[in-house]
């Protein structure tokens, strides 16, 4: 319809495209014939892009070359767009919009009566409905039998959550000491790395001297007990900014408890930051700067869960909860070289989350092995009864599971030590394609995505606060295209889907696969499907460019193993059985010393005196 407008508009003026319009059929059999391409007289110069506040010369150059479709914008009551906007956003309908259109009309569009393809969108008219009580056995952790108290702080920062687990619980430690510790890292690191954007500390100190108190009273409440972490600060703590990473919301205190953060909170974990989320969880770019690889501080993290894939790979938490719609836990956990779990949708309560998706917004956690991802994964899933997609998953204990019973594939991108190593412990271990006709998956995402991420910030685009974002050529240019996505193609989009996910269930003839972590069409199928996958860390390499010879620089090498919807327990148990013989996950970024001939480019300008780093 927008094409329809535009066309009429062309040869008409307004008065009369509205009545060209009343006869739709004529119209649109004339549009076919006489307009092969959509806009044939956009020709702009350059690449094309109008920002905001680049208009000028790009702008009356495009306005002599054709009409902007004002009556098209208006009609679908979105006429506050200036004339830059709108040029910006027919080329993108053009460039971008209709391919995808096509190609889900092509896919299931094609009969009529909707009996085929579903949308997997499913609507609960119960509100806060309770589900019937089942009970979801928790997981047998392993014991860290003969664990040490390190007589060095930088080794007590880099300890496991269960290695630090048992020196809490033997009361070698105190939970507000290795608060402090923590504490006195992220002042200290959190600016090189651009990782932190809120300390918590008098809340931090006070569930660390309520979870001290506990144990001394002879309650243990698990291997959380007393064990700091990081939030991504898209998910409410209240009394604290929840900042969205985005200057339009930097002072927004958000005064409800995330579900999240009340489960954490009953493991009597301790929280001792808001840690970067790219602003408005859209990449690593937020108000405060950009985050660093500790690996590489020269280079960005990537995805927007940047702050607790940072700050967990350089020892500043011992595990932070990040979140994923389309890769924001899965990229920055490859770059940064942590193990992280984007978990089954569903299996995590959302209540108190910034929305992307509902149908694609997951939480997960980023940590330093896999066995710690199950750890907190075993602590944070469950109903969210405020979260209508959230469910109990019955999930297997993942450090039970016997995987000599499993049959594993490979694709071509997997990494073949972990291949070598699963196979050696009695693994099956088989070549793998997981096959599938939807070649636009990557466009249903898109589609689903800004759509979605649109209705949620509708006041910002209208108001014209994404003139203001971080990066305008992310949400903003994103989300005024998706101004003009129909409702029609939105859900030929969602029936794509729904067809992809059935054809990725007949397919999936093994327990679990191994592939790389960071292919964007593995990252756009995963969660479309909303498998699991772990990423798991399993090696180095040179970076390229190196300032010096001496530099202790590296890039990480890392892949992923996926799993079949509800059988994260599986992707875990296999990440934990390579984990067991091999130590690329335990090694530390060179955030002190990275080479006699290599300068940090921006040094630390901490506030923690220099007593206080020495003796923490």
Same mark, same amino acid.
């Given at each position: 319809?927008?094409?329809?407008?535009?066309?009429?508009?062309?040869?008409?003026?307004?008065?009369?495209?509205?009545?060209?319009? #009343?006869?739709?059929?004529?119209?649109?059999?004339?549009?076919?014939?006489?307009?092969?391409?959509?806009?044939?007289?956009?020709?702009?110069?350059?690449?094309?892009?109008?920002? @905001?506040?680049? =208009?000028?010369?790009?702008?009356?150059?495009?306005?002599?070359?054709?009409?902007?479709?004002?009556?098209?914008?208006?009609?679908?009551? !979105?006429?506050?767009?200036?004339?830059?906007?709108?040029?910006? &956003?027919?080329?993108?309908?053009?460039?971008?919009?209709?391919?995808?259109?096509?190609?889900?009309?092509?896919?299931?569009?094609?009969?009529?009566?909707?009996?085929?393809?579903?949308?997997?969108?499913?609507?609960? #008219?119960?509100?806060?409905?309770?589900?019937?009580?089942?009970?979801?056995?928790?997981?047998?952790?392993?014991?860290?039998?003969?664990?040490?108290?390190?007589?060095?702080?930088?080794?007590?920062?880099?300890?496991?959550?269960?290695?630090?687990?048992?020196?809490?619980?033997?009361?070698?430690?105190?939970?507000?000491?290795?608060?402090?510790?923590?504490?006195?890292?992220?002042?200290?690191?959190?600016?090189?790395?651009?990782?932190?954007?809120?300390?918590?500390?008098?809340?931090?100190?006070?569930?660390?001297?309520?979870?001290?108190?506990?144990?001394?009273?002879?309650?243990?409440? +698990?291997?959380?007990?007393?064990?700091?972490?990081?939030?991504?600060?898209?998910?409410?703590?209240?009394?604290?900014?929840?900042?969205?990473?985005?200057?339009?919301?930097?002072?927004?205190?958000?005064?409800?408890?995330?579900?999240?953060?009340?489960?954490?909170?009953?493991?009597?974990?301790?929280?001792? !930051?808001?840690?970067?989320?790219?602003?408005?969880?859209?990449?690593?770019?937020?108000?405060?700067?950009?985050?660093?690889?500790?690996?590489?501080?020269?280079?960005?993290?990537?995805?927007?869960?940047? +702050?607790?894939?940072?700050?967990?790979?350089?020892?500043?938490?011992?595990?932070?909860?990040?979140?994923?719609?389309?890769?924001?836990?899965?990229?920055?956990?490859?770059?940064?070289?942590?193990?992280?779990?984007?978990?089954?949708?569903?299996?995590?309560?959302?209540?108190?989350?910034?929305?992307?998706?509902?149908?694609?917004?997951?939480?997960?956690?980023? =940590?330093?092995?896999?066995?710690?991802?199950?750890?907190?994964?075993?602590?944070?899933?469950?109903?969210?009864?405020?979260? %209508?997609?959230?469910?109990?998953?019955?999930?297997?204990?993942?450090?039970?599971?016997?995987?000599?019973?499993?049959?594993?594939?490979?694709?071509?991108?997997?990494?073949?030590?972990?291949?070598?190593?699963?196979?050696?412990?009695?693994?099956?271990?088989?070549?793998?394609? %997981?096959?599938?006709?939807?070649?636009?998956?990557?466009?249903?995402?898109?589609?689903?995505?800004?759509?979605?991420?649109?209705?949620?910030?509708?006041?910002?685009?209208?108001?014209?606060?994404?003139?203001?974002?971080?990066?305008?050529?992310?949400?903003?240019?994103?989300?005024?295209?998706?101004?003009?996505?129909?409702?029609?193609?939105? &859900?030929? !989009?969602?029936?794509?889907?729904?067809?992809?996910?059935?054809?990725?269930?007949?397919?999936?003839?093994?327990?679990?696969?191994?592939?790389?972590?960071?292919?964007?069409?593995?990252? =756009?199928?995963?969660?479309?499907?909303?498998?699991?996958?772990?990423?798991?860390?399993?090696?180095?390499?040179?970076?390229?460019?190196?300032?010096?010879?001496?530099?202790?620089?590296?890039?990480?090498?890392?892949?992923?193993?996926?799993?079949?919807?509800?059988?994260?327990?599986?992707?875990?148990?296999?990440?934990?059985?390579?984990?067991?013989?091999?130590?690329?996950?335990?090694?530390? @970024?060179?955030?002190?010393?990275?080479?006699?001939?290599?300068?940090?480019?921006?040094?630390?300008?901490?506030?923690?005196?220099?007593?206080?780093?020495?003796?923490?």
């Amino acid at each position: 319809m927008f094409a329809v407008w535009y066309n009429a508009a062309r040869r008409h003026d307004v008065i009369e495209a509205e009545n060209v319009i #009343s006869d739709k059929t004529n119209v649109l059999q004339n549009f076919t014939t006489e307009h092969p391409g959509l806009f044939p007289g956009l020709h702009l110069k350059d690449s094309g892009k109008l920002g @905001p506040k680049n =208009c000028g010369e790009h702008l009356e150059q495009a306005k002599n070359e054709f009409p902007v479709c004002k009556c098209g914008f208006d009609m679908l009551d !979105a006429g506050f767009f200036n004339d830059c906007k709108k040029l910006e &956003i027919q080329k993108g309908v053009k460039d971008f919009d209709i391919p995808i259109i096509r190609s889900n009309r092509k896919l299931v569009a094609t009969e009529n009566g909707g009996l085929r393809d579903p949308s997997p969108l499913v609507f609960n #008219s119960v509100w806060k409905s309770q589900e019937a009580k089942r009970v979801m056995d928790k997981f047998n952790y392993p014991v860290c039998s003969g664990i040490q108290r390190p007589k060095n702080y930088e080794d007590i920062a880099f300890m496991s959550v269960l290695e630090l687990g048992q020196l809490l619980k033997a009361k070698l430690i105190t939970s507000e000491e290795l608060t402090q510790i923590f504490l006195n890292r992220l002042k200290r690191y959190g600016p090189v790395l651009e990782s932190v954007i809120t300390i918590t500390e008098e809340l931090a100190f006070q569930q660390a001297k309520e979870a001290d108190q506990v144990l001394a009273k002879g309650k243990y409440l +698990g291997p959380l007990h007393g064990i700091p972490y990081g939030l991504k600060d898209i998910i409410a703590v209240p009394d604290y900014p929840t900042t969205w990473g985005s200057k339009s919301f930097k002072d927004q205190v958000i005064d409800v408890e995330a579900w999240v953060y009340k489960r954490l909170k009953s493991a009597g974990a301790v929280h001792v !930051a808001k840690l970067v989320s790219g602003s408005l969880a859209y990449d690593d770019i937020w108000f405060g700067g950009r985050t660093r690889n500790p690996w590489n501080i020269e280079e960005f993290s990537t995805g927007s869960s940047a +702050g607790p894939a940072s700050s967990t790979s350089a020892g500043l938490v011992p595990f932070a909860i990040g979140s994923e719609t389309v890769g924001s836990i899965t990229y920055p956990a490859t770059r940064c070289g942590v193990t992280a779990l984007r978990p089954t949708f569903g299996a995590v309560g959302r209540t108190g989350v910034m929305s992307i998706s509902e149908s694609l917004d997951k939480l997960g956690p980023l =940590c330093r092995s896999a066995a710690d991802c199950a750890v907190v994964l075993d602590a944070i899933r469950g109903k969210d009864p405020d979260d %209508l997609s959230s469910r109990d998953i019955m999930l297997g204990d993942p450090f039970s599971v016997d995987i000599t019973k499993l049959t594993v594939g490979y694709l071509e991108d997997a990494d073949k030590e972990v291949v070598g190593v699963l196979k050696s412990k009695g693994v099956n271990v088989v070549p793998f394609n %997981l096959d599938y006709t939807v070649d636009s998956a990557q466009g249903i995402v898109s589609f689903t995505m800004d759509v979605d991420m649109l209705a949620h910030f509708d006041e910002w685009q209208r108001s014209n606060q994404d003139d203001e974002f971080e990066a305008q050529d992310q949400w903003p240019l994103e989300l005024r295209r998706a101004r003009v996505i129909s409702a029609v193609d939105y &859900i030929q !989009a969602q029936r794509g889907r729904s067809k992809l996910i059935q054809e990725v269930k007949e397919n999936f003839t093994v327990d679990a696969f191994i592939g790389g972590s960071g292919d964007w069409e593995k990252i =756009c199928v995963g969660n479309l499907v909303g498998m699991p996958v772990v990423v798991i860390p399993t090696g180095f390499k040179t970076i390229s460019n190196a300032p010096s010879d001496d530099t202790r620089r590296k890039t990480t090498i890392t892949t992923g193993i996926y799993a079949p919807p509800d059988h994260d327990h599986v992707a875990l148990a296999l990440a934990i059985a390579y984990q067991s013989v091999t130590n690329h996950h335990k090694q530390r @970024p060179p955030i002190d010393d990275i080479g006699p001939n290599d300068s940090i480019p921006n040094p630390p300008t901490s506030a923690v005196p220099a007593r206080q780093l020495r003796d923490y």
